[in-house]
């Protein structure tokens, strides 16, 4: 719903949570994020991925044992200048839907 409700203006990635987080958990999380994508080059969608095989308290499942509970981190992609064209011609767009990653591929 965000990136329908930014249309045009959706340009670049969100990263956000599906729960309250942690202070210090997403202190983490986000420094990391932030150095895979500016640092070492990554997509956002690829650093996402790596931050939750990196840091498993960063997914949605419990880790057993962990003190702080799963973070939920996501991305949000935005349309893909295809997709803008598409919408613009009338036709459907087949991307995942809105919150998810696509798969590695």
């Known amino acids: 719903r965000l990136m329908k409700r930014l249309g045009d203006q959706a340009t670049y990635p969100i990263s956000g949570y599906t729960t309250s987080v942690d202070w210090a958990a997403s202190a983490v999380i986000e420094f990391m994020y932030f150095d895979l994508v500016l640092v070492r080059r990554m997509t956002p969608e690829k650093a996402a991925r790596q931050i939750r095989t990196l840091f498993p308290i960063a997914g949605s499942k419990a880790i057993p044992g962990a003190v702080l509970p799963p973070a ?13 064209t598409r919408k613009a011609a009338g036709k ?3 991307a995942t839907s809105p919150g998810q990653v696509p798969p590695k591929r």
């Open 72 to 84: 939920g981190f996501r991305i949000l992609a935005p349309p893909s200048p295809e997709a803008s």
């Open 92 to 94: 459907k767009d087949p």
